[in-house]
């Protein structure tokens, strides 16, 4: 039986891994190469670094830490950040990523999806969805690297999921922002109307504060894999308790 | 020395590196002389059967590689190049083994792509790149096509349908899953391979 995941993300900006609340006041965690083989050791299933700055900032993020990542790293990984171009998306995957996650420049230019698809699969293709509720329906926001630049992109979030799927996404990563930072659980009623006409692989996103809250997003929202960042950077779960504890409450876990 | 095949479309360095960590020597070739002298072969595989098989012929490596005579292993698409036939394009394999690689059946509950950690089940557990591994090992797949099980099949997985994971003839192996991202399974199932 296939495994549910567990995803630490790195939250990267120039090379050095950072956690904020809400997109706010962001706190550097340390080295990237430092962290990846950490979470390795700790029994991470896969790893997800986002270069939060580069799609505001249009850059794209560097392929030397990258190369370096791949170098010692023995499990799959997903780099995000500005990937504009098929161009792009090949630097970084011939780089050793094995994924690469789109979010803003998706928004901008869809057709970056069947593109990428086309070209190197749907496995490689993850688009990442920053999501919003607002008067009752929930909406798609971009360029949220930055609280300056974070900005409504005037899409229904089921909308979007849809097309993406139709266009080639391989896994969908859904960020509740209403959740992100704050602890108190994914957005589970958010996870579950998305799960509904999600039939790629979807990973939740944004709230995560304590085990039961990774057994809620598996059991209730039935998605494959649980993200979270902060509270396995502070050092408030680590990532084998975690598996023991989903275990034990019978969701299939790789100990 | 190991000669990594260079199909232009795969993803080569992952393999590259977890050949390094293993503390051998690689190079990434289309020269059909280096293959035919290489003391191992991969033909790792990430992309699409049709454009890979195009890249294969196009370099003129198809007679090359059905005349290897060292070992040689397959990853996902690469193993599913060693079929006669895929469902994905459709394409010609290169007819290394009797069967064909089908579209994984959509049932409800199980998305497409196949990706995670799955657990092996060994058909064969005398096959020498299953050494020191055991029934319920994970290791990473992500993929959407497959070999159904048959007389090649040496591992399996479990995913709605009974998907083949490990197979081999004679000299020709090939993993559906990542070796070169399957953590301690992988890195030993690739050693064992290199031994060989």
Known sequence: MLAKRIIPCLDVRNGVVVKGVKFKDHVELGGVIELAQRYREAGADELVFYDITASAERRTVATTWIEQVAKVIDIPFCVA?????????????????????????AIENPDLIDKLAAEFGNQCVVIGIDSLEQEGDYKIWKYTGSEATAQNAGKRTLDWVREVQERGAGEIVLNCMGADGTKQGYDIRQLQAVREICRVPLVASGGAGQKSDFLEAFQKARVDAGLAAGIFHRGELSIADLKHYLDSMGVIVRL | MIAIINTAVANLSSVAHAIERTGQSYEITTDPEAIEKASHVILPGVGHAQASMKSLE?????????????????????????????????????????????????????????????????????????????????????HSYYAPVGPYTRASTQYGSKISALVSRDNFFGTQFHPERSGLVGDAILRNFLTL
């Open chain 1, 81 to 105: 950040g500005g990937i504009r171009s098929v161009e792009d998306a090949r630097r970084i995957l011939h780089s050793g990523a094995d994924k690469v996650s789109i979010n803003s420049p």
């Open chain 2, 58 to 142: 196009d370099l003129g490596l198809i007679p090359v590689i059905r005349g290897l005579k060292q070992p040689v292993l397959g990853i996902c698409l690469g193993m599913q190049l060693l079929f006669d036939k895929t469902a994905e394009g459709p394409s010609q394999g290169l007819g290394l083994i009797a069967g064909s690689v089908e579209r994984i059946p959509e049932v409800e509950d199980l998305p497409l792509p196949h990706m995670g950690w799955n657990s092996l089940d060994l058909d064969d557990p005398s096959s020498p790149l299953l050494r020191g591994i055991f029934a319920g090992d994970r290791v990473y797949f992500v």
